[in-house]
C-alpha cells in the first residue's frame, strides 16, 4: 500500500472511531439515539435527542418519485406543554358531534399554529429547490404526512385488542395528538393527521378542510387543488378528497369501503 493511501485508511478508522465513541457517551436520558425504519435512499432518518431538543430528520418519496429529506427541531419542553395543554381543553357536552370536534381540532391547529413556521419554512425552501407548482407543494406536503408510519391513539381503552403490527399509543385525550405532539412523536392516526395538515396547509396559499365520517370512523382532508376524483363542494369550491394514512393516495381518491359521500361531515374550514 502506497505511503497516502496508508494515511487515508488511517484518517478514516481514526474517525470512525470519534463517531463511534462519541455516540457511546449517551449516559443519561438527555441524550440518546432513536432509530426509526424507513424506506427511501436520500437520508439516514433517525431521531436525536440532546438535552431539551429532539431533531428529526425525514427522507421520503413525492408522486414523482423524487427522493426528499428534511430535518427539524422540536423542544422536549414545548412537546411537554402541548400535551399538557391537548388534556386540559375543556369539554361541552351540549355541542353536537361535528360542533364538539370543531371546537378540539381548532384549539389544536390554532395553539400550534405558529410552532409549524420553521417546519412550514423548510417545506416551502425545498418546494422551491425542486421548482414545484401549487399542486406539486400540496402533494410534497401531503406525500411527507403520508409517509409516516400509521399509529393507532386510543382515549380510553388500552392496545391490547388492536393490530399487534401496528404502533399503538393507549390512554391520550380525545384519541389524537396535536400537531407538535405528532411530529415530535411520529405517532399519528388519521385526525391526528388531518389537524396537522390542515394547520400546516393554513400557512400557504391553501384552504384545508377537515372532515370525518360518523359511518366509517374515519377523518379525511379536502384541499382544493386541480385534480379529478371524489370531491364535496363548500363555498363555492370544488374541494378534493384526500387520504393521509398511508403513502400512495393522491387527490379525489377515497377507500373503496368509504365513498358514500353523504355519509362525510365537513368539521373544520
Given at each position: 500500500?502506497?505511503?497516502?493511501?496508508?494515511?487515508?485508511?488511517?484518517?478514516?478508522?481514526?474517525?470512525?472511531?470519534?463517531?463511534?465513541?462519541?455516540?457511546?457517551?449517551?449516559?443519561?436520558?438527555?441524550?440518546?439515539?432513536?432509530?426509526?425504519?424507513?424506506?427511501?435512499?436520500?437520508?439516514?432518518?433517525?431521531?436525536?435527542?440532546?438535552?431539551?431538543?429532539?431533531?428529526?430528520?425525514?427522507?421520503?418519496?413525492?408522486?414523482?418519485?423524487?427522493?426528499?429529506?428534511?430535518?427539524?427541531?422540536?423542544?422536549?419542553?414545548?412537546?411537554?406543554?402541548?400535551?399538557?395543554?391537548?388534556?386540559?381543553?375543556?369539554?361541552?357536552?351540549?355541542?353536537?358531534?361535528?360542533k364538539?370536534?370543531?371546537?378540539?381540532?381548532?384549539?389544536?391547529?390554532?395553539n400550534?399554529?405558529?410552532?409549524?413556521?420553521?417546519?412550514?419554512?423548510?417545506?416551502?425552501?425545498?418546494?422551491?429547490?425542486?421548482?414545484?407548482?401549487?399542486?406539486?407543494?400540496?402533494e410534497l406536503?401531503?406525500?411527507?404526512?403520508?409517509?409516516i408510519?400509521?399509529?393507532?391513539?386510543?382515549?380510553?381503552?388500552?392496545c391490547?385488542?388492536?393490530?399487534?403490527?401496528?404502533?399503538?399509543?393507549?390512554g391520550?385525550?380525545?384519541?389524537?395528538l396535536?400537531?407538535?405532539?405528532?411530529?415530535h412523536?411520529?405517532?399519528?392516526?388519521?385526525?391526528?393527521?388531518?389537524?396537522?395538515?390542515?394547520?400546516?396547509l393554513?400557512?400557504?396559499?391553501?384552504?384545508?378542510?377537515?372532515?370525518?365520517?360518523?359511518?366509517?370512523?374515519?377523518?379525511?382532508?379536502?384541499?382544493?387543488?386541480?385534480?379529478s376524483?371524489?370531491?364535496?363542494t363548500?363555498?363555492?369550491?370544488r374541494?378534493y378528497?384526500?387520504?393521509?394514512?398511508?403513502?400512495?393516495w393522491?387527490?379525489?381518491?377515497?377507500?373503496?369501503?368509504?365513498?358514500?359521500?353523504?355519509?362525510?361531515?365537513i368539521?373544520?374550514?
Open positions: 500500500m502506497q505511503k497516502n493511501s496508508l494515511i487515508k485508511f488511517v484518517s478514516f478508522i481514526f474517525l470512525l472511531l470519534i463517531i463511534v465513541v462519541n455516540l457511546s457517551k449517551n449516559n443519561d436520558d438527555s441524550e440518546a439515539i432513536i432509530p426509526v425504519d424507513y424506506s427511501s435512499p436520500t437520508c439516514l432518518e433517525f431521531q436525536y435527542s440532546f438535552k431539551d431538543t429532539l431533531e428529526t430528520q425525514r427522507s421520503w418519496l413525492d408522486y414523482a418519485y423524487h427522493d426528499n429529506c428534511l430535518t427539524y427541531a422540536t423542544s422536549i419542553d414545548d412537546y411537554i406543554n402541548r400535551k399538557a395543554h391537548r388534556k386540559a381543553i375543556l369539554d361541552n357536552p351540549f355541542l353536537s358531534n361535528a364538539y370536534w370543531r371546537e378540539v381540532y381548532m384549539n389544536l391547529a390554532h400550534d399554529f405558529e410552532a409549524l413556521i420553521p417546519l412550514a419554512d423548510s417545506l416551502s425552501t425545498l418546494a422551491n429547490e425542486l421548482q414545484l407548482t401549487r399542486d406539486g407543494f400540496a406536503i401531503v406525500s411527507f404526512v403520508q409517509d408510519p400509521y399509529s393507532f391513539i386510543l382515549p380510553g381503552y388500552t391490547s385488542n388492536e393490530d399487534p403490527n401496528i404502533d399503538c399509543v393507549e391520550e385525550r380525545f384519541g389524537l396535536g400537531p407538535v405532539e405528532f411530529l412523536t411520529l405517532s399519528g392516526d388519521c385526525d391526528t393527521r388531518t389537524v396537522l395538515l390542515y394547520t400546516l393554513k400557512h400557504f396559499d391553501f384552504h384545508p378542510v377537515i372532515v370525518n365520517s360518523w359511518k366509517y370512523l374515519h377523518s379525511m382532508l379536502l384541499l382544493d387543488v386541480k385534480s376524483g371524489e370531491y364535496l363548500h363555498k363555492g369550491q374541494l378528497f384526500w387520504e393521509t394514512t398511508a403513502t400512495g393522491r387527490s379525489g381518491e377515497i377507500p373503496p369501503d368509504m365513498t358514500d359521500l353523504n355519509s362525510w361531515e368539521i373544520l374550514d
